[in-house]
């Protein structure tokens, strides 16, 4: 019996209802260790290079990892990838919550999902055994409803389901997988890919949890990391407000989006902060399986919109793209936004950008009622953004080209309309200015994914300005201490975006793409939470067994970059993706910021310079054969060698 796995890959045919489980070697798991990893293995041998993303030739996988359902926190959560139909590119997002370890529990460790069922249907996982059953009667239900009326069916309130909305059924290309109703794999239109196979939800229950090593260690790991909570300065303020105090931060340090990226200060900040859900809609904080953090809000309201609590609460990247880039200042209409995402299955990230692009062409007058069939609005129109989200889930009127989201609705308008479509690759910006804090300039540039927050931790906290730090020996700064293991031993300016500035995103994107591939979520680990690098290192061994080093976990997350890259490439991508909108080399207006811009020629050199740092050629952007082989991905060549930029 394995530690911390099942040994077994569940693969699903909709087209023709078979199944079939794989049972992979101890070296493929080794090597793959799940999410991100295994996600790209099968995406990267099953998906046609002309595959339509709403095609049944896409495949969709869900991957947690051999951590997930360990009872330390940050381990619950688990990866949704296919084909973007958003981006064309290879797509991918995590949820956290409880599904990702009920399907371990259930009896696997990834689902493999191909082709597209003739009728609406659900996958139904239960302690080794799968069945494809009928969701002709949850066609057109919210995600919470979907899940009650699973429960209900099957007689058990311990069931864990993860659907879709009505957006993802009518293939909304930014809807999203939602788990639970509340905790969602959010970015690049997973959900559209779900509904284009008729898979309304995959619900799991399982018995068997998972064996581990060294349970003792993982146990007294759990207690201990508990104890730090209040200690750590970010991770308590997490657990006091989640993610919503960072709002108020951004706004003060000039970084926060406002009126689509036109300026970084929100002068109706005030009115849709941490402090204000407080006192208006806050109720009670939720949590994922097993975590002490506890970061999710929850809201409700009876007036003036009535908002379930079921649906959990805005976070930050919420918050954001229902206040700040909409001009909008009612905390109230920012929450009901929340609530129709989540329950619809729409991205919050990529509807609040869309619908900010829309009121700024409309402010400009490139879109007109003419375009949008009667309807217009304008920044600060809080009505009409939520007349808007209910839109786009329904496809309706001027909803059906805002749901193709702001690059392609661009391309359909013309009239110089793209120009303010915040997005790369045809992923809206998440709710960061990378003109206050420029390594979200190659982020947003350089992520597989398109434009992506999460590639690594912040500027700001390795900044010499915020820090305090000064030289190694400081030990003022704990994040610069966190951040010696993986040889950055100096601070960067929040405000640089040369040579330092992209060897510290190399680096920390290596890290991060290692949480993807291991399922840890960010909020728990180094360089700015609780758990050090060698504390990680110390779980993956106890946990699994091997005798494994943190340097094979972070080539682990570096063979992820590389099959993204190379998926990109097979599916048709070049370094003309990787690319900044203008605005962003043009001055940001008001605020702590004012003036700043990303200097295009750091930008332009930057981005070279990350192509050969990470062993891809400087001009095409294609892994070289030797990284290949070094990452034992040699297997790839022949899909990239006919590729020419």
Same mark, same amino acid.
């Given at each position: 019996?394995?530690?911390?796995?099942? !040994?077994?890959?569940?693969?699903?045919?909709?087209?023709?209802?078979?199944?079939?489980?794989?049972?992979?070697?101890?070296?493929?798991?080794?090597?793959?260790?799940?999410?991100?990893?295994?996600?790209?293995?099968?995406?990267?041998?099953?998906?046609?290079?002309?595959?339509?993303?709403?095609?049944?030739?896409?495949?969709?996988? @869900?991957?947690?990892?051999?951590?997930?359902?360990?009872?330390?926190?940050?381990?619950?959560?688990?990866?949704?990838?296919?084909?973007?139909?958003?981006?064309?590119?290879?797509?991918?997002?995590?949820?956290? !919550?409880?599904?990702?370890?009920?399907?371990?529990?259930?009896?696997?460790?990834?689902?493999?999902?191909?082709?597209?069922?003739?009728?609406?249907?659900?996958?139904?996982?239960?302690?080794?055994?799968?069945?494809?059953?009928?969701?002709?009667?949850?066609?057109?239900?919210?995600?919470?409803?979907?899940?009650?009326?699973?429960?209900?069916?099957?007689?058990?309130?311990?069931?864990?389901?993860?659907?879709?909305?009505?957006?993802?059924?009518?293939?909304?290309?930014?809807?999203?997988?939602?788990?639970?109703?509340?905790?969602?794999?959010?970015?690049?239109?997973?959900?559209?890919?779900?509904?284009?196979?008729?898979?309304?939800?995959?619900?799991?229950?399982?018995?068997?949890?998972?064996?581990?090593?060294?349970?003792?260690?993982?146990?007294?790991?759990?207690?201990?990391?508990?104890?730090?909570?209040?200690?750590?300065? *970010?991770?308590?303020?997490?657990?006091?407000?989640?993610?919503?105090?960072?709002?108020?931060?951004?706004?003060?340090?000039?970084?926060?989006?406002?009126?689509?990226?036109?300026?970084?200060?929100?002068?109706?900040?005030?009115?849709?902060?941490?402090?204000?859900?407080?006192?208006?809609?806050?109720? *009670?904080?939720?949590?994922?399986?097993?975590? %002490?953090?506890?970061?999710?809000?929850?809201?409700?309201?009876?007036?003036?919109?009535?908002?379930?609590?079921?649906? +959990?609460?805005?976070?930050?990247? %919420?918050?954001?793209?229902?206040?700040?880039?909409?001009?909008?200042?009612?905390?109230?209409?920012?929450?009901?936004?929340?609530?129709?995402?989540?329950?619809? +299955?729409?991205?919050?990230?990529?509807?609040?950008?869309?619908?900010?692009?829309?009121?700024?062409?409309?402010?400009?007058?490139?879109?007109?009622?003419?375009?949008?069939?009667?309807?217009? %609005?304008?920044?600060?129109?809080?009505?009409?953004?939520?007349?808007?989200?209910?839109?786009?889930?329904?496809?309706?009127?001027?909803?059906?080209?805002?749901?193709?989201?702001?690059?392609?609705?661009?391309?359909?308008? !013309?009239?110089?309309?793209?120009?303010?479509?915040?997005?790369?690759?045809?992923?809206?910006?998440?709710?960061?200015?990378?003109?206050?804090?420029?390594?979200?300039?190659?982020?947003?540039?350089?992520?597989?994914?398109?434009?992506?927050?999460?590639?690594?931790?912040?500027?700001?906290?390795?900044?010499?300005?915020?820090?305090?730090?000064?030289?190694?020996?400081?030990?003022?700064?704990?994040?610069?201490?966190?951040?010696?293991?993986?040889?950055?031993?100096?601070?960067?300016?929040?405000?640089?975006?040369?040579? *330092?500035?992209?060897?510290?995103?190399?680096?920390?994107?290596?890290?991060?793409?290692?949480?993807?591939?291991?399922?840890?979520?960010?909020?728990?680990?180094?360089?700015?939470?609780?758990?050090?690098?060698?504390?990680?290192?110390?779980?993956?061994?106890?946990?699994?067994?091997?005798?494994?080093?943190?340097?094979?976990?972070?080539?682990?997350?570096?063979?992820?970059?590389?099959?993204?890259?190379?998926?990109?490439?097979?599916?048709?991508?070049?370094?003309?993706?990787?690319?900044?909108?203008?605005?962003? @080399?043009?001055?940001?207006?008001?605020?702590?910021?004012?003036?700043?811009?990303?200097?295009?020629?750091?930008?332009?050199?930057?981005?070279?310079?990350?192509?050969?740092?990470?062993?891809?050629?400087?001009?095409?952007?294609?892994? %070289?054969?030797?990284?290949?082989?070094?990452?034992?991905?040699?297997?790839?060549? !022949? *899909?990239?060698?006919?590729?020419?930029?």
């Amino acid at each position: 019996m394995p530690y911390g796995y099942n !040994g077994k890959i569940l693969h699903v045919n909709l087209s023709n209802g078979e199944m079939r489980v794989e049972e992979p070697s101890v070296s493929w798991y080794r090597t793959y260790l799940g999410g991100r990893n295994v996600a790209l293995y099968y995406a990267l041998r099953e998906i046609p290079a002309d595959a339509d993303p709403l095609g049944p030739e896409n495949v969709m996988i @869900f991957a947690p990892s051999v951590l997930t359902g360990a009872a330390v926190p940050g381990l619950s959560r688990f990866n949704v990838a296919a084909k973007s139909p958003l981006t064309n590119a290879y797509g991918e997002a995590q949820a956290g !919550g409880w599904w990702g370890p009920e399907l371990k529990w259930s009896g696997y460790d990834a689902v493999v999902i191909y082709g597209k069922s003739s009728r609406p249907v659900y996958l139904w996982i239960h302690d080794g055994d799968a069945e494809i059953r009928d969701a002709s009667h949850l066609w057109g239900t919210l995600t919470a409803e979907s899940t009650l009326k699973i429960r209900e069916e099957h007689g058990d309130s311990r069931i864990r389901v993860t659907a879709i909305g009505p957006a993802g059924e009518n293939l909304v290309r930014f809807a999203c997988v939602v788990d639970q109703g509340r905790h969602s794999a959010g970015r690049c239109g997973l959900g559209a890919v779900m509904g284009s196979k008729n898979l309304k939800a995959i619900a799991c229950r399982g018995t068997q949890r998972q064996n581990v090593a060294d349970p003792e260690y993982l146990k007294a790991f759990a207690k201990r990391f508990a104890a730090e909570v209040p200690q750590n300065a *970010d991770t308590n303020q997490l657990h006091q407000f989640g993610t919503s105090n960072y709002f108020a931060n951004a706004n003060a340090g000039g970084a926060l989006p406002t009126r689509n990226w036109t300026q970084a200060v929100f002068e109706g900040a005030d009115n849709c902060d941490h402090r204000t859900i407080d006192a208006k809609l806050e109720t *009670d904080h939720d949590r994922c399986f097993a975590c %002490t953090v506890r970061c999710k809000r929850v809201v409700q309201a009876e007036e003036p919109y009535k908002i379930d609590p079921a649906y +959990g609460g805005p976070e930050f990247e %919420t918050m954001t793209a229902f206040s700040a880039i909409a001009g909008c200042d009612s905390v109230y209409a920012m929450c009901k936004a929340h609530e129709l995402c989540n329950a619809n +299955g729409l991205d919050t990230i990529s509807t609040g950008a869309t619908i900010a692009w829309a009121m700024e062409c409309f402010e400009r007058g490139l879109i007109t009622a003419a375009d949008s069939g009667g309807f217009t %609005t304008k920044f600060g129109d809080h009505e009409g953004m939520l007349k808007l989200v209910e839109m786009i889930a329904k496809r309706e009127d001027f909803g059906d080209l805002l749901a193709e989201g702001s690059a392609r609705a661009a391309q359909k308008i !013309g009239r110089g309309t793209a120009q303010y479509s915040m997005s790369v690759k045809g992923q809206e910006f998440a709710m960061h200015e990378p003109r206050s804090k420029m390594g979200l300039a190659y982020h947003f540039a350089l992520s597989p994914t398109g434009a992506d927050h999460l590639q690594g931790e912040h500027d700001g906290a390795f900044d010499p300005d915020l820090t305090g730090y000064t030289h190694e020996a400081d030990a003022s700064s704990f994040f610069m201490q966190q951040l010696f293991p993986l040889g950055v031993l100096e601070p960067v300016p929040s405000l640089s975006a040369a040579e *330092d500035k992209v060897r510290l995103f190399f680096y920390l994107q290596h890290h991060f793409g290692f949480l993807d591939v291991l399922c840890i979520c960010l909020f728990t680990t180094a360089p700015v939470r609780i758990t050090t690098f060698d504390e990680i290192t110390k779980i993956v061994q106890s946990v699994t067994g091997w005798n494994i080093s943190f340097w094979e976990i972070m080539k682990a997350g570096e063979r992820g970059v590389t099959m993204a890259r190379c998926f990109n490439i097979k599916h048709g991508l070049t370094p003309k993706d990787d690319y900044l909108p203008d605005r962003l @080399f043009q001055p940001v207006q008001g605020g702590p910021q004012a003036g700043s811009a990303i200097p295009r020629e750091d930008f332009e050199r930057g981005k070279k310079l990350y192509y050969e740092m990470n062993g891809w050629d400087s001009a095409t952007g294609i892994p %070289t054969e030797g990284k290949l082989i070094e990452l034992n991905l040699d297997g790839l060549m !022949g *899909d990239l060698m006919h590729r020419q930029v």
